[in-house]
């Protein structure tokens, strides 16, 4: 399983594989569903979405992008929609993509190796919430007006190359940008993201075994 995040536009361009059945689809939309509840038992509406093309799989999309949720309980429920996927392949069952849009409370987030000195500031007296995670990468800051979407997708379903992974996120952003806000980017040789002008916009991943 492959969580990323995306701080910009849609899904990841999928290559045909085998479809799920529409009820085993069904089915596991409603099992995931429930995990809103990490994120508020109370005030977050989600809408949840499948979406599926005749010759691609099912990606299931859960829509917050009006919602600002707090990074802890974002990271607490894609870890848990990994486990359950996980349990349902083990189980001789299958899952769909699944791909979340939210924005978030103003954080920082910090890569496995990434140093605390590039934060510029004491985390004791940090400005806003600091979590170290388990992607690659340096510091990230998150904060409200910042569409970020975190995919989830089985590789072995599409194709276990992660360049072609990365490639394939980063012309997702390309086209997206160009598509819904005429802005052409472009790639930046030997770095991962997309470049626009004086913006990087980096992506950050994490790649567990299995």
Known sequence: MVPAAISTSPSVTSCPSRRLS????????RTVSTMSNHVSKSTLSVSVNSIADPDSRTCECFDLHNELVPYGKAWAWQKELVRQKKASIQSGGDCPDTLIVLQHQPVYTMGTGSSEEYLNFDTKNAPFDVHRTERGGEV??????QLVMYPIINLRNHKMDLHWYLRSLEEVVLRALLSAFSIKASRLEGFTGV????????????????
């Open 22 to 29: 529409q009820r085993k689809s069904q089915s596991y939309c």
């Open 140 to 145: 990230t800051y998150h904060g409200p007006g």
């Open 195 to 210: 470049w626009e002008m004086r913006n990087w916009q980096p992506l950050e991943f994490e790649y567990p075994n299995g």
